[in-house]
């Protein structure tokens, strides 16, 4: 089965100071990998999305996020962050399982961006 | 409209009561998903539609949850004798498949609340 993992719940960082938020993932089939953001109060949105190809991808918000397929991986990170980076973000794998097209999210990490 | 979008944005309602929730998809999507979030949780999948075949409903918590998409476009969300542990934001999604990718794009949620 297919399964996701966020490794850190939380994560606080300074104002500036770079980011890595880590994910694993678990999975016998080929997997399309998403990053999505939550603001809070806000629904999720699109960070960014690795389909094939390149496997350091760039996203919204001076984000990127590379897959290792060795270490079956896609951590999220940011050089420097802002304030307004603060926000929940989710970990997800889509793929084909019986002629459903699933997607399994992570727990989610909370990224507080301190002053 | 451009994007997903639910109704009601929030709900209060009475332990045993039924509830309704909306969604209307990104028109030309042809996948609908409805997840459910609850506090300090990841995201929840409960039911999957794609096309014209019968729904995946592996995601749904008990029988007193059903959902049905008309015409391949609008969908509803039903909850039966509500209970507490019902509260949470229930997210619709829609996407064009794994023809892209299965990229989704959420809707605002709605928030529910049992009494």
């Known amino acids: 089965a297919q399964s996701v993992t966020q490794l850190d719940s939380q994560v606080p960082v300074f104002e500036e100071a770079p980011v890595e938020l880590r994910c694993n993932y678990s999975s016998s089939v080929s997997v399309y990998l998403f990053w999505h953001v939550q603001y809070p109060n806000q629904g999720l949105q699109l960070l960014l999305k690795y389909l094939s190809g390149s496997t350091l991808v760039k996203g919204i918000n001076g984000f990127e996020a590379e897959f290792n397929k060795s270490q079956t991986s896609f951590h999220l990170r940011k050089p420097s962050v802002h304030i307004s980076d603060t926000a929940e973000y989710f970990c997800?794998?889509?793929?084909?399982?019986?002629?459903?097209?699933?997607?399994?999210f992570g727990q989610g990490t909370r990224l507080t961006i301190n002053p | 409209g451009a994007g997903v979008s639910q109704s009601p944005s929030n709900k209060v309602t009475e332990k045993g009561k039924d509830v309704e929730l909306r969604c209307d998809p990104i028109s030309g999507h042809t996948a609908l998903y409805w997840y459910r979030q609850s506090l300090g949780q990841g995201l929840e999948f409960l039911i999957y539609?794609?096309?014209?075949?019968?729904?995946?409903k592996s995601g749904l918590p008990s029988d007193r949850f059903s959902a049905e998409r008309t015409g391949g476009s609008v969908s509803t969300l039903t909850i039966q004798r509500t209970q507490q542990e019902d509260s949470a934001v229930y997210l619709c999604a829609s996407s064009f498949g794994l023809a892209r990718g299965n990229e989704q794009f959420f809707g605002p949620g709605t928030r529910l609340t049992v009494l």
């Open positions: 539609f794609q096309g014209n075949s019968a729904p995946d």
């Open positions: 997800a794998v889509s793929f084909l399982s019986q002629g459903a097209q699933k997607l399994v």
